[in-house]
């Protein structure tokens, strides 16, 4: 891959790649985090499940999944806020909202985020027909964002 593309791309692919890898293998994943710094190079940002039943609502159990993906979003924030990252991405596993028109509801969605850019950027995925290959990723689908992760 080109070292001198934008950071925001080689992100884009190396998560989606990721996340596919694993939906290939195990056929789901749990939301995670990773960002690329100013020189270039990727770190994972985890987040946690906490065990904490009921944040939400009294009567409303916490997904694990949810918790993951929130603790990851809060990481990614402290994250960016301690400088040197470029770009910064939070995946997870979703149905992709109706309105969007997509082939196929089953996605990535991929929220992510460089100074003064901030998308969710949909991937629908689908099995693959074809024996040897698994998992078809279709074309994406953005959305504009408010800023999570880059705050002014």
């Known amino acids: ?11 884009f692919e190396f998560t989606v790649s990721f996340a596919k890898g694993r939906l290939e293998e195990d056929g789901d994943f749990y939301p995670f985090g990773m960002v690329i710094s100013t020189d270039g190079k990727f770190s994972a940002v985890h987040g946690e499940f906490s065990a904490v039943q009921g944040e939400v609502a009294p009567d409303v159990e916490q997904s694990p999944v949810l918790d993951v993906y929130w603790s990851t979003a809060e990481a990614l924030t402290r994250a960016c806020a301690d400088g040197g990252v470029a770009a910064a991405a939070l995946l997870a596993p979703v149905t992709i909202p109706a309105e969007l028109n997509a082939p196929v509801r089953s996605g990535i969605r991929v929220h992510i985020e460089a100074p003064g850019i901030a998308r969710l950027i949909y991937v629908p995925y689908a099995p693959y027909a074809d024996a040897g290959r698994t998992l078809e990723l279709h074309e994406p689908l953005a959305v504009e964002t408010p800023d999570a992760f880059f705050k002014a």
């Open 1 to 11: 891959m080109n070292q001198t593309a934008d950071p925001i791309d080689r992100l």
